[in-house]
């Protein structure tokens, strides 16, 4: 049973899902805010079930980001409000950069706070308010499920930089589309690290995919071709090809990711058609300059940010929604098959903002 991750794509699950959209905040309040929201607390007969465990995932992910910003916030705010003067403001805007929401978002929501209450004092209800709304404007977006080929396979290209979780996102995905009942064929193309290849076998052996490998050293993009010929010939539903990480100002392996799209459109002109950057929500903004150059030049479609759950940085989405101008389609919460989730902005504001906030 997937949380929701398919958006409205899973025609017998219509109804749960425009209710399971948890835009609903008291969706799931009864958990704590580290939430309880694994994989243990949703029967699939059970809709309220999945709600609150979809909602309780992404607090689960924002965990230490709630925690930092919480006991800030209630610091600052403390039970009988502040008055809203320079000094107020300073502190706010320094407390609201460490979640590293950037300094666009952060001077947004202080300048907010200081045109509504400016001479006089606010209270924690009227901050969480203010906030939640500003990042709403900010990150404004509707929920992006993968985009799905109109006929044949649909070919999924994954890229980012060392490390950022590409081939640990193609497993979570690969286990949400199996478990969709679709056919999978992953292409191993990041043949320059001697692990990668295997990593990426282990995940699909474990997972029951069919899987596409060249030898390491060998051409990324005529593995790609291969991976997307087979998925072709074995009328799979989705095709995921990995590719090794790499920094926008490596000029050859940028064009190598060009290279690849070429190839794949030698097969099925469309592809690729999606192209997912994943970036490291632990990295914070460094994730957002590392990367910055991917999604020009390898024409990405969303955006995949990974290992949400470790880090107090969890602001960070609401740039990145910014910096790219991508949907940011799902969430890394961790290590596992499981741990990924359908970005919401209404449920992520939420789980930062939980019932519990600016509570002992
Ligand atoms: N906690 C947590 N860890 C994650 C998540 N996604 C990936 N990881 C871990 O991050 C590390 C790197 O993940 P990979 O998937 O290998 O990253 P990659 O981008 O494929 O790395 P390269 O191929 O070397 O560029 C691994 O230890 C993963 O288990 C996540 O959502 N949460
Ligand atoms: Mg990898």
Redesign the pocket.
């Known amino acids: 049973m997937a949380w929701n991750l398919f958006g409205g794509k899973k025609k017998n699950e219509l109804a749960e899902t425009s209710e399971s959209d948890s835009s609903n905040p008291e969706d799931g309040e009864s958990d704590s805010p580290a939430g309880d929201g694994g994989s243990s607390d949703a029967s699939p007969a059970d809709p309220t079930a999945e709600k609150k465990g979809f909602f309780g995932r992404f607090k689960q992910a924002l965990v230490k980001t709630y925690s930092v910003l919480n006991t800030d916030v209630r610091d600052l705010l403390k039970n009988e409000g502040r008055l809203v003067d320079d000094d107020f403001l300073k502190e706010l805007f320094a407390i609201l950069i460490k979640t590293d929401m950037g300094a666009g978002p952060a001077s947004k929501i202080r300048d907010e706070i200081k045109s509504q209450f400016r001479g006089r004092k606010v209270y924690m209800a009227d901050f969480i308010a203010t906030a939640k709304t500003t990042i709403r404007e900010i990150m404004d977006q509707p929920e992006r499920p993968i985009e799905y080929a109109e006929s044949g396979p649909t070919i999924v290209m994954v890229c ?13 995905l690969t286990n949400m589309f199996i478990k969709d009942g679709k056919k999978v064929v992953l292409g191993a193309g ?1 043949t320059f ?1 001697a692990a ?1 290849v295997e ?1 990426l076998n282990v995940w699909a052996n474990r997972l029951g995919a069919e899987i596409v490998m060249g030898s390491q050293g060998g051409d990324p993009a005529s593995v790609s071709y291969r991976a997307v010929e087979a998925a072709v010939k074995s009328n799979a539903d989705i095709c995921i090809v ?1 590719t ?2 790499r920094l926008q100002t490596q000029t050859n392996l940028m064009d190598q990711l060009s290279k690849i799209r070429n190839v794949m459109q030698k097969v099925v002109p469309e592809a690729p058609h999606e192209v997912l950057l ?1 970036l ?2 632990t990295a914070g903004q460094n994730a957002i300059s590392q990367a910055k150059g991917f999604s020009a030049a390898a024409g990405c479609t969303g955006i995949v940010l ?5 880090t107090a940085k969890g602001g960070v989405a609401i740039p990145i929604r910014q910096e790219f101008d991508l949907p940011v389609k799902y ?5 596992k098959e499981d ?2 989730a359908l970005f919401n902005v209404d449920t992520y504001v939420d789980a930062l903002f939980p019932e519990s906030f600016g509570q002992e």
Do not use: M
């Open positions: 980012g930089v060392n490390g950022a979780g590409k081939t640990t996102s193609i497993a979570k990041d690290r990668a990593q990995d090794a990480g994943v490291d929500a990974a290992k949400l759950d470790g969430i890394g919460l961790g290590e741990d990924i």
